[in-house]
C-alpha cells in the first residue's frame, strides 16, 4: 500500500531557529496536507496543498507541493515554544477509492 | 463556526465490553471519517461516509466494529466486544466534500484493560 515517509522521529532546536521538515511517497498524490499534533488533542490541518509546485504560507509555516508529486515539505521559521508537538504530513491521490495516508509523524522539541 | 465535536473523549472498558463513540461533524460537511490513532502512530482509516452511506468500510474490522451515520449528520462508532488490541485514539474528521481538507475532532482515547 501507499506509504508516507517521515524522518527523523524527533527533531530538537533553539527557540528561534527555522526548521524543515520532509514528507516522501513510493506514489504521486493530488493532495498534501500538513498537521500539527499536540497531546490529547486531534490533529490541527496547518496548510492544504492541492497542486504540484504549489507554495502556500500560513503565518511563520510554508509548505510546498513537490513537482513530481512523490513529495512535499513544511518549514517552520523563527521557532517559537508553542510550535512544540507532533508534524503530521498526509497524502490523497483522491481517487474514488483512495484515502488520506499519514506519515508517522514528526515530534518537534522547541528550547526556550 | 464550532469544530468536530466527539465524545466521550476518554473511556475505560474491561476487554469484552462494548463501547460507543459519538460525532457531530462541522455544520455542511458531507463527508465523514473515522479514524484509529496507536501510540507513535499517524491516523489509519476505519470509515469513510459521503452522507448517511458507507462508501468505503474496507479498513473497519466488521466483526466487532460497527458504525452508522443515519441522517446524514453525526455518527456512531461501536465496538463489540472490545479486546485488549482495540486501546487506542479513536478520532473523527469531516470535510465538505470527498477531495476538500480533512478537520479532525479531539478524539476519545479508549483503554481496554
Known amino acids: 500500500g501507499q506509504q508516507l515517509n517521515q524522518s527523523p522521529q524527533s527533531m530538537f532546536i533553539q527557540e528561534g531557529e527555522d526548521v524543515s521538515m520532509n514528507c516522501t511517497s513510493s506514489s504521486i498524490f493530488n493532495t498534501w496536507l500538513w498537521y500539527k499534533q499536540e497531546p490529547g488533542e486531534g490533529p490541527v490541518l496547518l496548510i492544504a496543498?492541492?497542486?504540484?509546485?504549489e507554495l502556500t504560507s500560513n503565518g511563520r509555516l510554508t509548505a510546498q507541493f513537490g513537482i513530481t508529486r512523490k513529495d512535499s515539505f513544511l518549514n517552520i521559521s523563527a521557532s517559537i515554544p508553542s510550535d512544540v508537538g507532533i508534524y503530521f504530513c498526509a497524502g490523497d491521490d483522491t481517487g474514488a477509492n483512495s484515502k488520506l495516508t499519514f506519515g508517522k509523524g514528526i515530534t518537534l522539541s522547541v528550547r526556550p | 463556526e464550532a469544530g468536530v465535536v466527539q465524545s466521550p473523549r476518554y473511556k475505560i472498558i474491561e476487554k469484552k465490553q462494548p463501547v460507543a463513540f459519538w460525532c457531530n461533524p462541522i455544520s455542511g460537511h458531507n463527508t465523514l471519517y473515522w479514524y484509529r490513532q496507536n501510540l507513535g502512530q499517524g491516523p489509519e482509516l476505519l470509515i469513510r461516509?459521503?452522507?448517511?452511506?458507507?462508501?468505503?468500510d474496507s479498513q473497519l474490522p466488521k466483526d466487532r466494529f460497527s458504525a452508522e451515520r443515519l441522517k446524514g449528520v453525526d455518527s456512531t462508532l461501536k465496538i463489540q466486544p472490545a479486546e485488549l488490541g482495540d486501546s487506542a485514539v479513536y478520532l473523527c474528521?469531516?470535510?465538505?466534500?470527498?477531495?476538500?481538507?480533512?478537520?479532525f475532532g479531539p478524539g476519545t482515547r479508549l483503554t481496554v484493560l
Open positions: 496543498l492541492y497542486k504540484a509546485g
Open positions: 474528521a469531516s470535510s465538505l466534500d470527498r477531495v476538500a481538507a480533512q478537520y
Open positions: 461516509y459521503e452522507n448517511e452511506e458507507a462508501v468505503d
